[in-house]
């Protein structure tokens, strides 16, 4: 890599970014599992109530099923993202830098997406703390992920 210096600062970023994807899979994983538990149980003989969604969480508002969900699938890709650039990190390859700009940027979308959905979960209001501290993640996240990004994209230039 022509730019050694960003390498310390997209290191650490990359242990940041790491570690908030597994809290906020670890969260998700959580919600998820709840409304699993504690979802719409629908005996023989009777019918779906008029307002039924099959993405219902018995814990936040009409946001809270999109935002877990989405949260999720970014958590899983970006936890692969941040393997898959831990092992760039390690070789120096300049020719394997593009991949992992391009599942970096495809881990931020998909951030990004569930961050919007935590923003409109933020402003329907009524959800628990969990779910809070799982939107501040999914915001943090959209701005680290984007650093890192550019720390590694600065360094293919």
Not at 105 to 111: G, N, R, S, Y
Not at 122 to 128: D, H
Request: net charge neutral.
């Amino acid at each position: 890599m022509a730019n050694e210096s960003m390498k310390p600062a997209a290191s650490l970023l990359l242990a940041l970014n790491f570690c908030m994807y597994v809290v906020l899979l670890g969260i998700g994983g959580w919600a998820m599992n709840r409304a699993i538990d504690h979802g719409f149980i629908i005996g023989p003989g009777l019918e779906l109530p008029a307002h039924f969604s099959p993405i219902y969480f018995p814990m936040g508002n009409a946001a809270t099923g999109f935002f877990v969900t989405f949260a999720l699938l970014a958590g899983v890709v970006g936890a692969a993202s941040c393997i898959s650039s831990f092992l760039n990190l390690r070789s120096l390859s300049r020719e394997s830098t593009p991949a992992t700009v391009t599942v970096a940027t495809i881990a931020w979308t998909l951030t990004l997406l569930a961050m919007g959905f935590g923003c409109k979960e933020i402003e329907l209001q009524y959800r628990n703390a969990r779910l809070v501290a799982m939107e501040a993640f999914s915001i943090i996240l959209s701005v680290t992920q984007l650093l890192y990004i550019a720390a590694v994209h600065g360094q293919a230039l």
